[in-house]
């Protein structure tokens, strides 16, 4: 055992500072002190993403049970960024009446998630992957639940504690099952091991419908609207950028390094989930009249591009989809922040709450519209580049027709995020949103938002940085 | 830097200055400063292009650059000019600086109106520069999406189902579009986006046909390809006047262009063989645009329809693949998009006056405003090709072309559409007849006042352009016949 072994987990051991460092803030902090825990919180986190920011060389530690490369550190970075970007969106949780004295609990309980998510996707071995997704899941769900006095809260909770149970029953019951046909549970040693035979197959089957549950894509989506909705706004945000990201990559990792002999198998398995994923969270999402359901709608079908660029089985189409990620935060916590900016000062979550609110919000719309376009993929933002690669990837292993339907269906996306912008710009309303104000970390946040959708696909250098770190099969 | 890309940085600059102006007198000052310049900038191009020409500047374009922009896919910033794009960015100019002036009075959020306009030009100016495939796309449907907002916003009538029915559409047709793009890239065997690559390198036959299918229906949906072309008389017929203008000037020929600069010049053998399917279309799109105008009493449906007439026309004579009716394309194209131009901008002047756009509640106009009334007699008669005016100019081309096959297939089409020459003359004469002549159909309409000067400056641009297309087109036909050649030797090759 060499103790330099620790210096891979260097992100891994930053944020337990940070979380050990808010926890002690919390308990040793005055009243006065409890004030001042969002800045505390975010200039804590944000010494932890500018000191991980460089990736940190590849390698292993304990014998392979926890693996690193430049490409998961960029990927936990950028996991950073998002939850960065949630913790300036957080000051609404603590307006409510029953969390004033409970700042703490939400930082170190986002955290100690983010934490999880860093082992899911360093892990080398199932079992350090399985304690990883525990971690992630578990005080998401206590996050879900986080407005003790409304019920849709607690309601989301439980639903989405049970089915992570559930789903993490469902993988670990393949998990068994690959570690009985193959005897060990490393991942350098499993593709060797991994020759297709049939139990093989349903174990691989079992393991991954348990991972689709926590990317909530269809058929296995159904607690996502639930959750999403019940849940407070900068939680449902930071459910469906940073731990649907995190588990995209995380599934890309797994059928590449480890699954990639039953390349055909997870190939067509993934082609018909992306069909359906797509087609029918878009079609859902159309009939959807509250503004949280209606994202919770949206992220579903986003994860199935996002598991469009994971298809091809390249390192382009892991650069495509880290880059993705990355659009995709910045464009769906712009929208967030615009909500949660608007509930917490009126309580309003329904679309047509929104209709005329360029008249009296021209700041908050503008920011929306940005997100809504990115979000559909309307060039020059930087949503049309991440689509159009994520398209290309595909299309360069043949994909031809998954494409043309891939593409089609962002028309009828395009058809929902319109409806926002149509219902802010251009319908009328007796009663619309007054002008609200909104505090400085939000529009901060805001501002990093539109900037990242204004400039992350003109300039190219981010995308190609991405692309000299990514692997393929 | 290469001075085409002042094109596309005209607009971005007016943008942020729009961004920064305080008021409706900056807001004007900026449209009216960076829209000179763009004409300008046109001018300049168009004397400059000739002259290189004429000093035995050779290649298929002038004034290429090109920049690494996306390495993993080979993608580029690349520009350059030939002949039809110079005669695309004037129009475009032109366009812009007219329609500026048509909404001088444009009322509520003249300054968001006007974001929206430059970015739309933004978009145009650079889909006419682009040469790489990636870049053109981008600038397609950077032109694309503002239509929402302005229809959606500004316009009138059913403009939420219009604006949403336009978008959908156009949006529909660029997903075939972009599959089409990265067949093109992926299966060709070519590492290359540039269009003047790609077009050395020879496409196989068999992936052809999927590719000019594939694209050229996305770009002809935007060119009102019937029987896509629905989006378009109900979008033309909510917008406002400079959106309607620039739309139907403009935007659609984006299709014509793109149909002509992509499918036919990378898919030349394609186009040889299943070029008849798409005849048969656009032919039945210039009569049926036609014959619906008869039926309309909309002044708007009425242009709205003669503009799916004459843009099926473009795409037909492109589809005729020699070298004089594909001059003839271009020459209808400049022609349609200052004559649609005009018009949409008159019928936005008189209905500001009258507040109604049927013809049957008006007439006798031409004595209450008599500027406005010739102005749209001359529109009129340049639409239905009187000589002396761009339309004749450009259908004779186009139909003379259209005869040069000799095939059964080909003149039964070519006489077909030629009637639509005809049914022009009898919507545009009984459409001036009924509401600039005759009696008054209203007491109200006798008070009305005639154009002001920034409605002036509008209208005698455009017929001043007009005019000179249909007495000296000459230089300008030159211009663009020479362009072609490249393509033509792609075709017989």
């Known amino acids: ?473 | 830097m290469n001075f085409l890309s002042i094109f596309v940085l005209i607009p971005v600059l007016m943008i942020i200055a729009l961004f920064i102006a305080r008021n409706r007198k900056q807001v004007l000052g900026v449209m009216v400063t960076g829209s000179t310049l763009l004409v300008i900038m046109a001018v300049y191009l168009t004397v400059s292009y000739i002259t290189d020409r004429a000093a035995g500047a050779t290649g298929p374009m002038l004034y290429t650059a090109s920049m690494m922009w996306y390495e993993p896919l080979n993608i580029h910033y690349s520009v350059g000019v030939d002949g039809i794009s110079v005669a695309m960015l004037c129009l475009s100019a032109i366009i812009v600086f007219t329609g500026t002036f048509t909404s001088w009075k444009m009322e509520p959020l003249t300054k968001e109106f006007f974001l929206w306009f430059c970015l739309l030009s933004i978009g145009v100016f650079g889909f006419f520069i682009a040469t790489d495939l990636f870049t053109m796309f981008m600038f397609y449907e950077v032109a694309l999406i503002p239509m929402f907002l302005l229809i959606g916003i500004w316009g009138s009538g059913r403009k939420e189902y219009s604006a949403m029915k336009l978008t959908l559409m156009l949006m529909g047709a660029s997903a075939f579009l972009l599959v089409g793009i990265l067949g093109i890239y992926f299966s060709s065997g070519a590492t290359t986006m540039n269009i003047l690559e790609l077009v050395k390198i020879h496409i196989p036959v068999q992936q052809q046909y999927l590719f000019f299918v594939l694209t050229f229906f996305g770009f002809g949906v935007l060119g009102a390809l019937f029987p896509f072309h629905t989006w378009s008389p109900d979008g033309h017929a909510s917008a406002p006047t400079a959106v309607s203008m620039l739309h139907a000037g403009v935007l659609m020929k984006l299709g014509g262009y793109g149909a002509f600069r992509v499918s036919i010049y990378l898919m030349p053998e394609a186009a040889h063989d299943i070029s008849w399917i798409f005849l048969i279309m656009t032919g039945i799109g210039v009569v049926y645009g036609a014959f619906s105008a008869i039926h309309q009493t909309d002044l708007k449906y009425i242009n709205a329809y003669s503009s799916v007439s004459h843009c099926n026309l473009v795409l037909f004579a492109i589809l005729m693949l020699n070298q004089t009716a594909m001059t003839g394309a271009v020459l209808q194209m400049l022609s349609h998009g200052l004559m649609t131009a005009l018009f949409f901008a008159l019928i936005g002047m008189i209905y500001g006056r009258t507040h109604t756009r049927l013809i049957t509640e008006m007439g006798g106009l031409m004595k209450v405003m008599p500027f406005l009334g010739v102005s749209f007699v001359i529109g009129g008669l340049a639409s239905l090709g009187l000589p002396g005016l761009s339309g004749f100019v450009a259908e004779m081309t186009i139909f003379f072309g259209a005869f040069e096959h000799p095939d059964m297939f080909h003149r039964v089409l070519t006489i077909a559409s030629t009637m639509s020459i005809v049914i022009t003359a009898v919507y545009i004469l009984r459409m001036v007849g009924k509401f600039l002549y005759g009696p008054m159909q209203d007491k109200h309409h006798a008070a009305l006042t005639d154009a002001v000067w920034y409605e002036k400056i509008a209208v005698v641009t455009l017929i001043a352009f007009i005019i000179a297309i249909g007495s000296l087109p000459l230089g300008l036909s030159d211009m663009i016949r020479s362009s072609l050649t490249d393509v033509i030797a792609q075709l017989v090759r």
């Open chain 1, 1 to 473: 055992m060499n103790y330099s072994d620790f210096l891979y987990m260097r992100d891994e051991l930053s944020l337990l500072i940070v979380i050990l460092f808010l926890l002690v803030y919390d308990l040793i902090a005055g009243k006065k002190g409890m004030k001042y825990f969002q800045p505390v919180a975010i200039v804590a986190f944000a010494i932890h993403t500018a000191f991980n920011i460089l990736p940190y060389a590849a390698g292993e530690a304990f014998g392979g049970m926890y693996l690193n490369s430049p490409m998961m550190s960029v990927v936990k970075t950028i996991l950073n960024i998002g939850t960065l970007i949630v913790f300036l969106q957080a000051k609404h949780v603590f307006d409510m009446e029953n969390q004033r004295n409970r700042r703490g609990e939400y930082y170190f309980l986002t955290l100690t998630t983010l934490l999880g998510m860093y082992y899911m996707i360093s892990s080398g071995n199932f079992l350090l992957f399985y304690i990883g997704l525990e971690m992630a899941s578990i005080p998401m769900a206590t996050l879900a639940a986080l407005d003790k006095e409304d019920n849709k809260s607690a309601e989301a909770g439980a639903k989405y504690i049970l089915s992570a149970a559930f789903s993490s029953g469902i993988m670990l019951f393949g998990i068994s099952y690959i570690y009985g046909t193959t005897g060990t549970m490393y991942f350098m040693d499993l593709p060797s091991l991994i020759t297709a035979n049939a139990l093989q197959i349903l174990a691989f089957v079992f393991f991954i419908v348990g991972l689709f549950f926590k990317i909530s894509l269809v058929p296995f989506h159904l607690w996502t609207a639930d959750v999403y909705e019940g849940s407070p706004t900068n939680v449902t945000a930071y459910l469906s950028v940073v731990s649907k990201g995190s588990a995209v990559f995380v599934l890309t990792v797994l059928l590449y390094k480890v699954f990639g002999n039953l390349i055909d198998q997870w190939q067509g398995i993934l082609y018909g989930i992306i069909i359906v994923s797509i087609t029918i969270a878009n079609l859902f999402a159309i009939r959807q009249k509250n503004i949280k359901r209606f994202l919770a709608f949206s992220s579903i079908s986003q994860a199935g591009y996002l598991v469009l660029a994971t298809i091809s089985g390249t390192a382009y189409g892991m650069t495509t989809l880290v880059y993705y990620v990355l659009v995709y935060i910045f464009s769906n916590l712009a929208a967030f922040g615009v909500i949660s900016a608007i509930e917490t000062r009126t309580k309003k979550l329904n679309i047509s709450d929104y209709n005329g609110l360029y008249s009296t919000n021209p700041k908050l719309s503008f920011v929306m519209m940005l997100a809504m376009f990115s979000l559909g993929g309307i060039p020059p933002f930087a949503g049309f580049f991440s689509k159009f690669f994520i398209f290309s990837a595909a299309a360069e292993q043949g994909f031809y027709v998954l494409v043309l339907i891939a593409v089609i269906n962002t028309i009828i996306s395009l058809y929902y995020y319109l409806l926002v912008v149509r219902a802010m710009f251009i319908e009328k309303s007796d009663n619309p949103i007054p002008a609200l104000k909104t505090d400085g970390y939000n529009r901060l946040s805001l501002v990093i938002c539109t900037t990242g959708i204004m400039v992350a696909g003109i300039l190219s250098f981010i995308m190609e940085k991405i692309g000299t770190y990514s692997f393929g099969m």
